[in-house]
């Protein structure tokens, strides 16, 4: 098969894949749900046919390993990882992770047979979003070792428990430890749909990860006093809605000041929340991402001030809580120059990229060196059935994937 042909073929199968759903009429994959079993069914029949040798670990994560052109095949000093998630958010697109892993087998298709002096393990993950038991990572978590035996009692909505859902997959909870990588990997690569619009502003087909953001999510309350909309005169309300407005105006405009920091007041709910009544209470979630942690740090600090400030001016009480404070995640600087001279080689401008979204190479980054490399989407969409991906970018992905085995093949000849 030509890159052209084999670009279309990809596509095809994130088409087909995505009509194996919990959903009839959207595409929605959960952990370990009926249809993934119909997704590990057909992925591994084609991994099958390329030569290579399948399982399913217990945390439902599908596993391909492409052998080495000789020697010992346990060894995983000599195994290089490609991989991404095979699970959805609700009414999803057609490639968010699936795409990732589907390029991944394709890659090894395209190779026609060839091997290298290392094995290549293509791992589709059971996990990244977290839909079913609201915590992302099972999958990923499973692999670098850090999947918590608590989780395993955790409900979903109908109160079964993701050991259930591993038992009802016919899988075994406690071997999770099995799923564990061992020893030292040569590494991680994922290939991923930007899910952003910057490539495709850009016009560029790809985009080398630098760094994975870093995130803070915390709840601000703005609490002042219901009353009368019509009696109560203006100076002398406690309006907590019209205190978070100017706040959320002030979180913009801060975050516009700095170079590559997002932050965003994405729900705001109001108390009591009737036309006729000043609002007593405004609850407000704020989202902050930044490449560089003390950057985060710094705005978190400056937004949680001026909202004190502003609840003084106002004569507001204001409560902040902390919800989550995720630090950013390098990815492998060695990893990552491969990744771009292989871009390089396939005939494109390099484009370093943060992730401003999380991804399973952020866990897996904790095992072993990782690197990502991002595909433009239309439109920057994603967890839309919207998603699409243009059939020449893929085709110049996988030139690039196969320049970088290339030079990891030379690279891991003169370390082995
Ligand atoms: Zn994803």
Not at 50 to 77: F, H, T, W
Not at 280 to 291: G, K, T
Request: hydrophobic share 45%.
């Amino acid at each position: 098969m030509t890159q052209a042909e084999q670009a279309r073929d990809v596509i095809g199968w994130c088409r087909r894949l995505a009509t194996m759903s919990d959903d009839r009429t959207a595409t929605t994959r959960t952990f370990l749900s009926k249809p993934m079993r119909d997704v590990h069914t057909a992925l591994a029949g084609w991994m099958a046919r390329i030569g290579m040798k399948v399982r399913v670990d217990a945390a439902g994560n599908l596993r391909g390993v492409y052998p080495a052109a000789s020697s010992e095949p346990e060894d995983v000093r000599k195994r290089f990882y490609i991989g991404s998630h095979l699970d959805t958010v609700p009414n999803a697109g057609a490639f968010d992770g699936v795409l990732g892993v589907v390029l991944a087998v394709g890659l090894l298709e395209m190779l026609g047979g060839r091997r290298f002096s290392y094995a290549i393990e293509v791992i589709g993950f059971s996990d990244e979003e977290g839909v079913r038991f609201g915590t992302p990572f099972l999958g990923s978590r499973a692999l670098a070792g850090t999947f918590d035996a608590g989780l395993l009692d955790r409900p979903d909505e109908s109160g079964r428990t993701v050991g259930d859902a591993i038992r009802g997959f016919g899988l075994d909870p406690n071997r999770i430890p099995d799923a564990k990588v061992r020893g030292d990997a040569l590494g991680y690569l994922e290939f991923h749909i930007e899910q952003g619009p910057v490539l495709e502003h850009k016009d560029l087909p790809l985009g080398v990860v630098d760094v994975i953001s870093g995130q803070s999510r915390l709840d601000f309350t703005f609490n002042g006093a219901a009353a009368h909309a019509g009696t109560t005169p203006m100076s002398l309300r406690k309006d907590a809605l019209a205190g978070a407005a100017s706040w959320i105006v002030e979180v913009e405009k801060d975050a516009l000041a700095v170079p590559g920091l997002v932050a965003t007041v994405g729900r705001i709910a109001v108390e009591p929340g009737a036309g006729n009544v000043v609002p007593a209470r405004a609850s407000l979630a704020l989202d902050v991402r930044h490449a560089t942690d003390d950057v985060r740090h710094a705005a978190v600090d400056r937004l949680t001030r001026a909202a004190e400030r502003i609840a003084a001016e106002r004569r507001l009480a204001i409560t902040v809580e902390p919800r989550l404070d995720q630090l950013s995640v390098p990815m492998d600087r060695k990893l990552s120059e491969m990744l771009a001279r292989a871009v390089e080689q396939a005939g494109c401008p390099v484009e370093r990229l943060t992730s401003g979204a999380g991804h399973d190479a952020m866990v897996v980054a904790e095992k072993m060196p990782a690197a990502m490399l991002f595909l433009r989407c239309a439109g920057g969409i994603s967890h839309h059935p919207d998603e699409d991906v243009r059939e020449d970018d893929v085709a110049v992905a996988l030139t690039a994937g196969v320049k970088f085995l290339e030079e990891l093949g030379r690279k891991a000849q003169l370390n082995g």
